[in-house]
C-alpha cells in the first residue's frame, strides 16, 4: 500500500524567512501530487499538482513554488514568508486519479 | 454559490446513534464522490467513494449519491465516540481536480 511522508511535522517561521516542506511517496510510481493548505476551521485550498516530474500546475497565484524532482517526490517552497502562509499544509496523491490519500501534514505558523 | 457546501456543524450526537452528514453541489459534471475522516491536527482519511449515483455500504457506513438533486450523504451507524472528528465531502469530474467540502465538526458523546 503507498504511504505520504512529509516533514517537518510542525514549523514556527519568522516573516520573511524561506521556507521548503517535502512530501515523499512510497509503495506506487507516477503518481498525481498535490499540495493543499487548511487555514483553521476552513476547508482544503488546492495550491499545486503534479502529473509527472518537473510538471508543475498553480491553482493559486501567491508567493509559494512547487518542484517535482524525483517522481516521488514533492516540495513546497517559499522565498519569503508572509503571515497569511500560516497554515496545515498537505501533500497528497492520486494514483489513479480517483482515489486521493493525504499525508501526516505540516503545520506551519508564521510569527 | 460556492461549488460544494456542506452543514459547518459542529453537530453532537449520544454513542450508539445514527448520524447523517450531507453535502449539496452546483456542478453537475461531479462524477467521483468521496468521504474523508480527519481527527484534529491529522491528515485526511478516505473513508469512502463511489462513482456516480447510488448507496455503498462498509461497515457502520454507508454513502448515498443523488446526482439528480445534486446531494451527497454519509450515514454512520451505531456511532462511537472514535467518530468525533470533521467530516470532508470531496468530489470531481472525470480528469479535473478534486473538490472539497468545508467539512462537519461531529463529536460522539459518550
Known amino acids: 500500500s503507498q504511504t505520504i511522508h512529509q516533514w517537518p511535522a510542525t514549523l514556527v517561521q519568522p516573516v520573511g524567512s524561506p521556507l521548503s516542506l517535502e512530501c515523499t511517496v512510497e509503495?506506487?510510481?507516477?503518481?498525481?501530487l498535490y499540495w493543499y493548505r487548511q487555514a483553521a476551521g476552513r476547508g482544503l485550498q488546492l495550491l499545486f499538482y503534479s502529473v509527472g516530474i518537473g510538471q508543475i500546475s498553480s491553482e493559486v497565484p501567491q508567493n509559494l513554488s512547487a518542484s517535482r524532482p524525483q517522481d516521488r517526490q514533492f516540495i513546497l517552497s517559499s522565498k519569503k514568508l508572509l503571515l497569511s502562509d500560516s497554515g496545515f499544509y498537505l501533500c497528497a496523491q492520486a494514483k489513479a486519479g480517483y482515489e486521493q490519500y493525504f499525508g501526516p501534514g505540516t503545520r506551519l505558523t508564521v510569527t | 454559490q460556492k461549488e460544494v457546501e456542506q452543514d459547518p456543524g459542529p453537530l453532537s450526537v449520544p454513542e450508539g446513534a445514527i448520524v447523517s452528514l450531507n453535502c449539496t453541489y452546483s456542478n453537475s459534471a461531479f462524477q467521483y464522490f468521496m468521504w474523508y475522516r480527519q481527527y484534529s491536527r491529522k491528515g485526511p482519511e478516505l473513508l469512502m467513494y463511489t462513482y456516480s449515483s447510488g448507496n455503498k455500504e462498509d461497515g457502520r457506513f454507508t454513502a448515498q449519491v443523488d446526482k439528480s438533486s445534486k446531494y451527497i450523504s454519509l450515514f454512520i451507524r451505531d456511532s462511537q465516540p472514535s467518530d468525533s472528528a470533521t467530516y470532508l465531502c470531496a468530489m470531481r469530474e472525470n480528469g479535473q481536480n478534486f473538490v472539497f467540502g468545508p467539512g462537519t465538526r461531529l463529536s460522539v458523546l459518550p
Open positions: 509503495g506506487t510510481s507516477n503518481p498525481n
